[in-house]
C-alpha cells in the first residue's frame, strides 16, 4: 500500500490534476482555469478525479502561477518599504541601464512600492559587516505610527548590508510584525546574496504578495477540506521542490515558476528511475516552448527571475530552476517580414482564435497548421472529438506560400524547421552552451506540441535520444507527484580558495543546516534524519565576475579537511570541460556557498491503464524536401513495454501527439516511456 | 578586384533565414562564452565587447545582442585593414589576429579576428572586440586625462598574429603581456576573446560549411544585407524630405584652462536619401577627448540613425548603407596622428543627441526632447595591500528627454551605452574602500514642460582609503527641451577632502588624476533630461 499523493496545476487555459491512489491507480481531472478565483477550478478538478481524500497520508502538491499573475498584473496589497536612510530611491534607480540597446524612448516599469511608501530609518551596517547605527525603539514606534496611518496591508524590511548581517533587519521587522499585525518580509531572510537592489525588490515583491497568497492558500485548503482532504498539503517551489503551507505563507515568492516547475521535478524523478545522468527537457505549449536541464539529479538553476521580463521588468533573487524560454509554441504564427524573410512568431493566435484549423475565426497559419499539412498531426486524433478544419490550414498555408513565392510544402516544412530551429536554441543554451557535450543528453519532451517537434530539435542540436513521457499534454501536473520538500540558502563567502578555513566552512553549514531543518520539520515530518543536505561553491578566478557552482565532493554535511584541494581539482576540471582552456596564473576565490536540504516525501508508482487493442492505419506526410512519405497512425494506448519500430509514424494521445521521423527508431520502455533514437536523423 | 556575382535566385525567404538563424547561433555562443570566462567587469557586467561576423567584403552580417550600441556593426574597417596589413594571401585556416589601430576609439578596444573558411577559401571572419584592462600608458588602466598624444595611452598592435593555423604564438602573447600594468587581468580577458574566437572557427565549419558552399554564403549575406538596405531605404523615404541641423556649446574647465567647442551637425533627407554632414565639428583637441572617422563619427551617426528608425529593424551592415556621413579629417570625431583617444566616447553621446535634435528641432512631434548625452563617470583607481589593483566605476545616469505623449525616463545610462549596470552598492563596499552615505533621484533634474525630461541620480560617497580620481569633465552645457519644454538640470562631480568645507572640482592636477586621502567625499550629480512643451502654468499665464 502506498500513499495517495495528488498533484494539482493552474494554467493559463487549463486546471490539471493527476492523482495516485494507495493502488497506484492514476486519475486526471481537467477544468478550464477560474481566473479570478483560482482555488475554485481546482477544488472542481481535485473532485473531478474522483480519488478518496480521506486517508492522513494523502499529500497535495499545488503547483501555481498566482504569484507570477499577481506580480504581472499588480494585483497586490498595499505594501510599504522601510529602508536605510539615505537609499529609498534604489527602488527607481535599479542598476541605471537601458537594458534595450536600440529604444530612443525607453523606460522600465514602476517599483511596486511608491515614493510615498517608502520609509527611511536611521540605521547602518558597514560592507565589513559592522553594525554602526542601531534604531531605537522610540523611531521604530514613529515609524509604526506613520506605516499605520499610511493604510500599510504589508511591509518590507530592507537594508544596506543586510545580506551581510541581517540583525538591524530582522530586530526591525520584528518589531514592526508586533505592532502592526500585517506581513512583514525582512530581505534577509529571503536572500543572503549581495546586490541591495534585487534583494530590495525581491523583498518588496514578497510582502505585496504575501496577503493575497494568503488568503488564496486558505480559501483553496478551506475547501479542499469540506471535500474530505486531510492531508498534508505543499506548495510547489521555484527550485524544484515543495514547501510547506507556513513556508509558502511567509516566502510566496519563492512559488514564482510554481507551476512550470512541475513538469521539471516529472523529468529529474524520470531520469532517476530510467538511470539517465543528463537530460534536457523541452515543453512546448500553445504560445512558448520552454527547456530545463537535469544533471546527475540535480537541477540547473539560476539566482535572478525576472517578473516582466529583463528588459522592463524588476527581478527576484530567489532560486529557481533555470528554465529558458522562448515565444514558440502551436499558436504562433508565420509570416514574411518587412524584408523579405520568413518567420514563425513571435506573435501567436493563442488559444482564440487559434490556429486556422481550430475553425474558430483563425486566418493566418500557425505552426500547428503547418504540422496538419505536413501530416505530423493525425486530423482524426487531435484532440478528443474536435474536428479539424484541414481544408482552412491548406488555404492558409497555400495563401503565405504564393505570397512568399515559394511551393506550399516548402513552405509548410520550412516553418516547420524555423520552429525547431528556433526552439533549439533553448536547447543548446541548456547543453552546448554551458559546455556539455549534446551527445551524452537525452531530450525529454512535454506539453501537447514537445513531442510533436522533440525529435527534429534534438537532430538540430546533435542530441540522439528523445524521451516521452505517458500523458506529456498533462506532465506538470504528473511531475508533482514526485515533489520532495526542498529548501535552500545562499551567502557570500568572499575569499582566496587557498584561505578558506574548513573549520570556518562547518560552522556555516552548521548554522544553515539548523535553520533549514526547522523549517522543513513540522507535524507529519518530524524526523531530522529524513533530510538531506548538500553544498556548493561558486569559485572563479580572482577578478573574474562569473563563477562556476562546484558541488562538494560527497552529499551531505562532511567537509574534509582538504575541501580547498578538491575543489581546486573540480573547478579545475569543469572550467576546462566548460571553456575549453585554462590559466593558471590567476588566483582562485571563493564567492558564494549553497546549501540545498530536501526531505524526500513517499514516492508514487503509476500503474497506467491496460493496453487497448486497435488497428494501426496509415497517412500521407510530407518530409525531407517535401516527397509525400507513407506514416503509420498509431494509438499510444495500443503500445506496451517491449515494443519497437522504426519511424516515419505519429502516435497520438490524449493531449498530445509524437512524430517520429523517418530512420527514428522507437522502443517502448518499461513503465511506459518512450524512447527515441534519432542519431540517424538529419 | 573581380566584381562577384551573387545568385539571388538561389535564396528564398526560408533559406536566408536558416543561414541567419545559423549565424546567429553561432554569435549567441560566442557571446556567452566570452563573458562567462573574462576577467574584466567591464566585459561581463558593462558588456563592453561585441562579437561580429563579417562578410568578404568586410560589411558585417550578424553581431552580437547585448554589446554596447556605439558598437553597431562597427568591426569591418578594423578587419579589413588587419588583412591588408598582412595580406589576404597570406591568411591561413586557424589564424588569430589582433588590432587596435586606428579604430576610431581608446586603444583599450581591441579587435581579435580570424578568417573563416571553406577549404582554401575564405568565406567570412569572426571578429570579438574586447575592452583589454590596459596596453601601457600613463597611468593603469591607460585612460588618462593627462594624456596628449595617443603613444602616452599604451600599445598599438596592427594585425599582428596571435596564432597561425592553430598555433599559439608565445612570443606575441610574451609581448602583449609585457606591454600592460595588468598582466593577469589581460591575459584572463585575451584568452577568453581568443577561445570565443576560435569557437567562432569551429562552430562555422561545422554549421555553415557543411550546408552551403562558399559561393552560396555569398549570396545569402548579399541577399539580406541587399533586403535591409532596402527596408532602411523605405524608412528614409517614410521621414519628410528636409534640411535639418541643430549647433550646441560646450563649456569646461579642465586642468585649470577653459574650453570651449562648438558643435554644428546637418541632416539633408531626400527621397531615400539620407545625408548627415559632420564638417561644423570643433577641430581635434589635445586632450584626450578625440575619436577617429571609423568608430567615432560613422558610428555615432550609424547609431543615432538605428534609434531613429526604432523597432524591429533589421540591423546590419546594409540596413546603415543608405546613410552617408560627410566628415573632414581632423575633427574631433575625425582625429588623425596621435591625437589622443583614452577618452573618446566623451562626445558620442552628444552627436547622437544632436542628429536626434535636428530632425526634433523641425518635427518635435517625432522624437523626444534632448537627454543629458554624457558618459560621464567618476573613476577610482588604487592598490591593495598586495600592491594589485582596484578599480572602481560610476557611471553617470541621468534623464532622457520628454516626448509629446509623454515624461522623459530616468536615470539610465547614456544613448551611446546601453545595457550596462552600475555596480551594487554591496558589491562596491564588500569589495573596494568606498562608502556610500546617500544615493537618491532628483525628480526636478528633468527640464520642464508639458512633459517633464527624465530624472536623474545624485551620489554621495566616501573613499576609505588612498586613491586616484579619475573623472570626465563636464561641460555647462544643458539637454535642451523641444517644442517649448525646458532644458534639464546640469550635472557635476565635486570632492571634498577631510577636514575641508570646499567641495572642489577635481582638474587632474596630478599628472592627470586627483590623489584622494581616506575620508575624502564625492559627490556625483547626474543631469536631467530635457522637457518637451509648454510647460502648463506658461500656458494659463499667456492665457491671462
Given at each position: 500500500?502506498?500513499?495517495t ?15 495516485v ?5 492514476l ?18 478538478a ?9 486517508a492522513?497520508?494523502?499529500?497535495l ?33 535599479g542598476r ?17 512600492v511608491?515614493?510615498?511608501?517608502r ?5 547602518r551596517?558597514?560592507g ?16 509604526a505610527d506613520?506605516?499605520?496611518s ?14 551581510l ?5 530582522l ?5 514592526l510584525?508586533?505592532a ?12 543572503r546574496?549581495w ?14 504578495i504575501a496577503?493575497v497568497f494568503d ?16 492531508g498534508e498539503?505543499?506548495?510547489l517551489?521555484?527550485?524544484?521542490g ?12 519563492r ?14 524523478t ?9 537530460l ?8 512558448t516552448?520552454?527547456s530545463?536541464l537535469v544533471e ?11 517578473i516582466?521580463?529583463?528588459?522592463r ?8 530552476v533555470?528554465?529558458?524560454e522562448?515565444?514558440?509554441g502551436?499558436?504562433?504564427?508565420a ?13 501567436s493566435?493563442?488559444?482564440?482564435p ?10 493566418r497559419?500557425?505552426l500547428?497548421?503547418?504540422?496538419l499539412y ?5 486530423k482524426?486524433?487531435?484532440?478528443g472529438?474536435?474536428?479539424l478544419?484541414v ?6 498555408i ?6 512568399a513565392g515559394?511551393?506550399?510544402e ?18 543548446r543554451?541548456?547543453?552546448l552552451?554551458r559546455?556539455?557535450d ?7 519532451a ?7 517537434h ?28 514526485g515533489?520532495?520538500?526542498?529548501l ?11 584561505e ?6 562547518r560552522?556555516?553549514?552548521g ?20 533530510i538531506?543536505?548538500?553544498?556548493a ?12 557552482w562546484?558541488a562538494?565532493p560527497?552529499?551531505?554535511l ?5 575541501l580547498?584541494?578538491q ?8 572550467y576546462?570541460r ?7 596564473m590567476s588566483k ?8 540545498v ?18 488497428e ?30 522504426e519511424g ?8 498530445s501527439?509524437?512524430s517520429?521521423p ?17 542519431s540517424?536523423?538529419? | 578586384?573581380v566584381?562577384?556575382?551573387?545568385d539571388?535566385a538561389l535564396?528564398d ?11 546567429a ?14 576577467y ?31 558598437f553597431?556593426?562597427?568591426?569591418g ?5 588587419a ?11 586557424g589564424d ?14 581591441v579587435?581579435m579576428?580570424?578568417?573563416?573558411f571553406h577549404?582554401d ?23 588618462s ?9 599604451g ?27 595588468q598582466k593577469?587581468a589581460?591575459?584572463?580577458d585575451?584568452?577568453?576573446q581568443l577561445a570565443a ?13 557543411p ?7 555569398g549570396?545569402l ?7 535591409s ?13 528636409g534640411d ?12 585649470g584652462e ?5 558643435f ?11 545625408v548627415?554632414?559632420?564638417?561644423g565639428l ?18 555615432a ?7 531613429l ?33 583614452g ?10 543627441d ?15 526632447a534632448?537627454h543629458?548625452a554624457?558618459?560621464?563617470?567618476v573613476?577610482?583607481?588604487g592598490r ?6 582596484w578599480?572602481?566605476?560610476e557611471?553617470?545616469?541621468g ?7 509623454s515624461?522623459?525616463?530616468g ?17 562596491a563596499?564588500g569589495?573596494f ?12 533634474a ?14 554621495l560617497?566616501?573613499v ?5 580620481l579619475?573623472?570626465?569633465p563636464?561641460?555647462r552645457?544643458?539637454?535642451p ?14 570632492f ?21 586621502v581616506?575620508?575624502?567625499l564625492?559627490?556625483q ?6 522637457g518637451?512643451?509648454t510647460?502648463v502654468?506658461?500656458?494659463s499665464?499667456?492665457?491671462?
Amino acid at each position: 500500500m502506498g500513499t495517495t499523493r495528488i498533484g494539482a496545476d493552474i494554467g493559463g487555459t487549463f486546471t490539471d490534476v493527476a492523482a495516485v491512489d494507495s493502488e497506484g491507480r492514476l486519475y486526471i481531472g481537467k477544468r478550464l482555469t477560474t481566473h479570478g478565483a483560482e482555488h475554485e477550478g481546482v477544488i472542481q478538478a481535485v473532485r473531478d478525479t474522483g480519488v478518496d481524500l480521506s486517508a492522513p497520508d494523502t499529500i497535495l502538491a499545488h503547483g501555481t502561477t498566482l504569484v507570477i499573475n499577481a506580480l504581472l498584473e499588480r494585483k497586490g496589497a498595499k505594501v510599504a518599504l522601510v529602508t536605510t536612510e539615505g537609499f529609498a530611491d534604489l527602488l527607481d534607480i535599479g542598476r541605471g541601464n537601458r537594458s534595450e540597446i536600440f529604444t530612443l524612448r525607453f523606460r522600465r516599469e514602476g517599483p511596486l512600492v511608491p515614493r510615498e511608501m517608502r520609509f527611511e530609518i536611521a540605521e547602518r551596517t558597514y560592507g565589513d559587516d559592522t553594525v554602526t547605527c542601531v534604531p531605537t525603539d522610540g523611531e521604530l514606534d514613529r515609524i509604526a505610527d506613520r506605516l499605520r496611518s499610511a493604510g500599510a496591508e504589508a511591509v518590507a524590511v530592507s537594508f544596506l548590508n543586510s545580506y551581510l548581517n541581517p540583525a538591524n533587519e530582522l530586530h526591525v521587522a520584528a518589531y514592526l510584525a508586533q505592532a502592526l499585525g500585517v506581513p512583514v518580509t525582512a530581505s534577509a531572510s529571503l536572500s543572503r546574496q549581495w546586490r541591495e537592489y534585487e534583494r530590495f525588490t525581491t523583498g518588496t515583491a514578497n510582502a505585496y504578495i504575501a496577503p493575497v497568497f494568503d488568503r488564496y492558500l486558505q480559501q483553496l485548503i478551506g475547501g479542499i477540506a469540506e471535500d474530505g482532504f486531510k492531508g498534508e498539503f505543499v506548495v510547489l517551489d521555484s527550485s524544484g521542490g515543495a514547501m510547506a503551507v507556513d513556508t509558502a505563507k511567509r516566502f510566496p515568492v519563492r512559488a514564482v515558476e510554481s507551476g512550470p516547475v512541475g513538469g521539471v521535478i516529472g523529468a529529474r524523478t524520470l531520469a532517476g528511475t530510467l538511470d539517465i545522468d543528463n537530460l534536457v527537457t523541452l515543453d512546448i505549449g500553445g504560445t512558448t516552448a520552454k527547456s530545463a536541464l537535469v544533471e546527475r539529479g540535480e537541477y540547473a538553476t539560476t539566482d535572478l527571475y525576472w517578473i516582466g521580463g529583463e528588459k522592463r521588468g524588476f527581478p527576484l533573487q530567489v532560486s529557481t530552476v533555470d528554465i529558458i524560454e522562448i515565444s514558440v509554441g502551436g499558436g504562433s504564427i508565420a509570416s514574411i517580414d518587412a524584408t523579405g524573410g520568413l518567420q514563425v512568431g513571435p506573435h501567436s493566435a493563442g488559444s482564440k482564435p487559434g490556429p486556422v484549423c481550430y475553425g474558430l475565426g483563425g486566418t493566418r497559419p500557425t505552426l500547428t497548421d503547418a504540422n496538419l499539412y505536413c501530416g505530423r498531426i493525425d486530423k482524426d486524433h487531435f484532440a478528443g472529438n474536435f474536428t479539424l478544419d484541414v481544408e482552412g490550414a491548406r488555404r492558409a498555408i497555400e495563401g503565405l506560400a504564393a505570397e512568399a513565392g515559394m511551393s506550399p510544402e516548402r513552405l509548410a516544412l520550412g516553418i516547420l524547421r524555423l520552429a525547431n530551429m528556433r526552439v533549439a536554441s533553448t536547447v543548446r543554451r541548456q547543453t552546448l552552451e554551458r559546455g556539455y557535450d549534446p551527445r551524452s543528453f537525452t531530450l525529454l519532451a512535454s506539453g501537447g506540441a514537445g513531442p510533436l517537434h522533440a525529435c527534429e530539435v534534438a537532430a538540430e542540436v546533435g542530441i540522439d535520444r528523445v524521451l516521452i513521457p505517458r500523458f506529456p499534454g498533462h506532465y506538470s501536473a504528473l511531475g508533482m507527484l514526485g515533489a520532495n520538500l526542498r529548501l535552500d540558502r545562499t551567502e557570500v563567502v568572499l575569499g582566496g580558495l587557498d584561505e578558506l578555513d574548513p573549520a570556518y566552512v562547518r560552522d556555516i553549514l552548521g548554522t544553515i543546516a539548523k535553520e533549514l531543518t526547522s523549517e522543513l520539520t513540522f507535524k507529519g515530518a518530524e524526523d531530522p534524519a529524513g533530510i538531506f543536505f548538500q553544498y556548493a561553491l561558486a569559485i572563479r578566478f580572482r577578478g573574474q565576475e562569473h563563477a562556476l557552482w562546484i558541488a562538494a565532493p560527497a552529499s551531505g554535511l562532511d567537509v574534509p579537511d582538504d575541501l580547498a584541494a578538491q575543489l581546486r581539482a573540480s573547478f579545475e576540471e569543469e572550467y576546462v570541460r566548460r571553456y575549453g582552456h585554462l590559466d593558471k596564473m590567476s588566483k582562485l576565490e571563493t564567492v558564494e556557498l549553497k546549501v540545498v536540504a530536501e526531505r524526500v516525501l513517499p514516492p508514487v508508482d503509476i500503474s497506467y491503464a491496460r493496453i487497448e487493442e486497435g488497428e494501426r492505419t496509415e497517412h500521407e506526410a510530407l518530409w525531407g524536401g517535401g516527397e509525400s512519405v507513407t506514416v503509420a497512425v498509431i494509438a499510444r494506448s495500443t503500445l506496451k513495454a517491449g515494443d519497437e519500430f522504426e519511424g516515419p509514424a505519429v502516435i497520438h494521445e490524449i493531449g498530445s501527439t509524437t512524430s517520429v521521423p523517418p530512420r527514428a527508431r522507437v522502443k517502448v520502455l518499461e513503465g511506459d516511456a518512450i524512447l527515441i533514437d534519432v542519431s540517424k536523423v538529419r | 578586384m573581380v566584381d562577384q556575382q551573387w545568385d539571388a535566385a538561389l535564396v528564398d525567404p526560408l533559406e536566408r533565414e536558416i543561414f541567419r538563424y545559423t549565424a546567429a547561433s553561432i554569435t549567441e555562443e560566442l557571446e556567452v562564452n566570452i563573458t562567462r570566462t573574462a576577467y574584466s567587469p567591464l566585459i561581463q557586467e558593462s558588456q563592453d565587447y561585441c562579437v561580429s561576423l563579417i562578410s568578404t567584403d568586410f560589411k558585417p552580417f550578424m553581431q552580437s545582442e547585448a554589446s554596447i550600441p556605439i558598437f553597431v556593426y562597427d568591426m569591418g574597417e578594423p578587419v579589413r585593414d588587419a588583412v591588408s596589413v598582412i595580406g589576404i594571401e597570406n591568411l591561413e585556416p586557424g589564424d588569430v589576429f589582433v588590432t587596435n589601430f586606428e579604430s576610431g576609439q581608446h586603444i583599450n578596444n581591441v579587435v581579435m579576428g580570424a578568417p573563416l573558411f571553406h577549404g582554401d577559401q575564405i568565406s567570412g571572419y569572426v571578429s570579438i572586440r574586447a575592452h583589454w584592462a590596459d596596453l601601457g600608458g600613463l597611468t593603469v588602466g591607460g585612460q588618462s586625462m593627462g594624456a596628449r598624444s595617443i603613444f602616452q595611452e599604451g600599445t598599438r598592435y596592427r594585425g599582428i598574429r596571435l596564432m597561425r593555423a592553430g598555433k599559439m604564438q608565445q612570443e606575441v602573447l610574451a609581448t602583449f603581456q609585457a606591454n600592460t600594468y595588468q598582466k593577469e587581468a589581460l591575459t584572463g580577458d585575451l584568452m577568453a576573446q581568443l577561445a570565443a574566437c576560435t569557437l567562432g572557427i569551429r562552430r562555422w565549419t561545422e554549421r555553415v560549411v557543411p550546408r552551403w558552399d562558399a559561393q552560396q554564403v555569398g549570396s545569402l549575406i548579399h541577399v539580406q544585407l541587399t533586403a535591409s538596405e532596402a527596408f532602411a531605404r523605405r524608412a528614409i523615404a517614410a521621414l519628410p524630405d528636409g534640411d535639418y541641423s541643430d549647433t550646441r556649446r560646450w563649456e569646461f574647465e579642465f586642468g585649470g584652462e577653459e574650453v570651449r567647442m562648438d558643435f554644428e551637425l546637418k541632416i539633408r533627407i531626400d527621397g531615400d536619401r539620407m545625408v548627415c554632414d559632420l564638417s561644423g565639428l570643433p577641430p581635434q583637441t589635445k586632450l584626450p577627448i578625440n575619436a577617429g572617422t571609423v568608430g567615432g563619427a560613422n558610428a555615432a551617426v550609424k547609431l543615432a540613425f538605428r534609434y531613429l528608425i526604432g523597432g524591429d529593424a533589421p540591423t546590419d551592415g546594409g540596413f546603415f548603407a543608405p546613410l552617408e556621413v560627410v566628415i573632414p579629417d581632423g575633427t574631433i570625431a575625425s582625429a588623425t596622428g596621435d591625437a589622443p583617444m583614452g577618452f573618446w566616447n566623451m562626445t558620442m553621446p552628444l552627436l547622437i543627441d544632436m542628429f536626434i535634435a535636428a530632425i526634433g528641432n523641425s518635427h518635435p512631434d517625432l522624437v523626444p526632447a534632448s537627454h543629458f548625452a554624457l558618459v560621464g563617470g567618476v573613476m577610482l583607481y588604487g592598490r591593495r595591500d598586495d600592491a594589485s589593483v582596484w578599480r572602481h566605476v560610476e557611471g553617470s545616469i541621468g534623464g532622457l528627454g520628454a516626448e509629446k505623449d509623454s515624461s522623459g525616463f530616468g536615470p539610465v545610462k547614456c544613448l551611446m551605452l546601453g545595457n550596462m549596470k552600475d555596480v551594487p552598492i554591496e558589491m562596491a563596499e564588500g569589495r573596494f574602500p568606498v562608502r556610500y552615505h546617500r544615493v537618491s533621484l532628483d525628480r526636478e533634474a528633468g527640464g520642464e514642460g508639458l512633459h517633464r525630461g527624465g530624472a536623474a541620480a545624485d551620489k554621495l560617497f566616501e573613499v576609505l582609503a588612498p586613491c586616484d580620481l579619475n573623472v570626465y569633465p563636464e561641460p555647462r552645457t544643458p539637454a535642451p527641451g523641444l517644442a517649448g519644454g525646458k532644458p534639464g538640470k546640469l550635472g557635476a562631480v565635486t570632492f571634498k577632502r577631510p577636514n575641508s568645507d570646499q567641495w572642489q572640482v577635481p582638474r587632474g592636477e596630478d599628472g592627470g588624476v586627483t590623489k584622494l586621502v581616506a575620508g575624502s567625499l564625492i559627490r556625483q550629480v547626474c543631469a536631467g533630461g530635457g522637457g518637451w512643451g509648454t510647460p502648463v502654468d506658461q500656458f494659463s499665464e499667456a492665457a491671462e
